[in-house]
């Protein structure tokens, strides 16, 4: 993963997924960290048959994807909260502006590469693809927020404008 003039934060090998995302047991569906830097962060969501979400035959509904790319951006800024000595923060998935399902589900044994790429603002782009072939499967902008305190720091959409937040009462 590249990114042009992106450092490369860290080349040891990176922490347990879980340690990074503010989710427990079955509900952490990506299987690790690939790849990070300060703008970007690679994952891996192995597709099996006692996967959360799979059906019958073990396959997992594309739309899934949403969930898989905002872990991954979870742990992108569980890595960057963990780099600063800060606390992993949980988030919250506001909705998506754009979405392309290539395919209509991943299949039992297939391994995913979920990239999450911060490329303007406060937006991030995030793409899925599978590992084996390196063929495009989702892509999405995601409109995310970060917690802060008993306030939600909103991340603009992607036209950069925000959600109307309720007035606050004086």
Known sequence: MTT????????????????VLPHAGRMVLLSGVLAHTET??????????????????????AWVALEYMAQCIAAHGGLRARAA??????????????????????TAGQRLRITATHVWGEHDFFSVRDEATDTM??????????MSGEDTAVVPSVSGTEPDRPARPT
Request: hydrophobic share 45%.
């Open 137 to 146: 499967l989702v892509e999405a902008t995601l409109t995310v927020a970060r």
């Open 40 to 61: 970007a962060t690679m994952c891996a969501a192995q597709i099996d048959r006692d996967t959360m979400f799979a059906d019958a035959d073990g396959g997992v509904p």
């Open 85 to 106: 000595g800060d606390p992993v923060v949980p988030g919250v998935l506001l909705g998506t502006r754009s979405l392309v399902l290539h395919v209509p589900r991943f």
């Open 4 to 19: 042009p003039g992106a450092r490369r934060v860290s080349t040891s090998r990176f922490p347990p997924v879980a340690e």
